[in-house]
T-cell receptor, first 113, second 110 residues
Framework: DAGVIQSPRHEVTEMGQEVTLRCKPI?????LFWYRQTMMRGLELLIY????????DSGMPEDRFSAKMPNASFSTLKIQPSEPRDSAVYFC???????????FGPGTRLTVL | QKEVEQNSGPLSVPEGAIASLNCTYS??????FFWYRQYSGKSPELIMS????GDKEDGRFTAQLNKASQYVSLLIRDSQPSDSATYLC??????????FGKGTRLSVIA
């Protein structure tokens, strides 16, 4: 079975540019989570969805960040405009069991110059 | 604010020894706990879950939970160099999502 799929795996962009990260959850999973990981702050939950509906976006750092889940098999995380401090690894995870057991994608390493 | 605290390490142990990783949590309502292993440059993967007080064993891994002390631990017996990774502790209460600690880096020296 395919796991969580994320694209791109690496993204290098310049400050001020728009960045879009993509995620395809495991089929049948009801929950989808977006995380950001840095050495300083660890793994931070940005937002999560249940049945395509955003449940909690309190972790989204600023209005520059937005996330959508138009259907059960696709989600995007957008940063506009991007800043150097957004450089991190962004993980998407999905879960079938009330959001408890989470399966992580390979991550997108974002570098903003 | 719900928090999960871990010693960042690095924790260094010789090959064949027992590695002990510890985690404390602030939310007394937390019911379930999880240990994730993350190799450098990779994503976290679930290795153990524990829901009730006491010990849970799976191969070389033993998870321990003490809800009165708000303490969770992971023991790795017969540590191998391949166990070298960062171990993330996570807890959950009610319908809230997982709260992760920042992880402990383990280095097993051959």
């Amino acid at each position: 079975d395919a796991g969580v799929i994320q694209s791109p795996r690496h993204e290098v962009t310049e400050m001020g540019q728009e960045v879009t990260l993509r995620c395809k959850p495991i089929s049948g999973h009801d929950y989808l989570f977006w995380y950001r990981q840095t050495m300083m702050r660890g793994l931070e939950l940005l937002i999560y969805f249940n049945n395509n509906v955003p449940i909690d976006d309190s972790g989204m750092p600023e209005d520059r960040f937005s996330a959508k889940m138009p259907n059960a098999s696709f989600s995007t995380l957008k940063i506009q405009p991007s800043e150097p401090r957004d450089s991190a690894v962004y993980f998407c995870a999905s879960s079938p069991t009330g959001g408890i057991t989470q399966y992580f994608g390979p991550g997108t390493r974002l570098t903003v110059l | 604010q719900k928090e999960v605290e871990q010693n960042s390490g690095p924790l260094s142990v010789p090959e064949g020894a027992i590695a002990s990783l510890n985690c404390t949590y602030s939310d007394r309502g937390s019911q379930s706990f999880f240990w994730y292993r993350q190799y450098s440059g990779k994503s976290p993967e679930l290795i153990m879950s524990i829901y009730s007080n006491g010990d849970k064993e799976d191969g070389r891994f033993t998870a321990q939970l003490n809800k009165a002390s708000q303490y969770v631990s992971l023991l790795i017996r017969d540590s191998q160099p391949s166990d070298s990774a960062t171990y993330l502790c996570a807890g959950v209460s009610g319908n809230t999502p997982l709260v992760f600690g920042k992880g402990t880096r383990l280095s097993v020296i051959a």
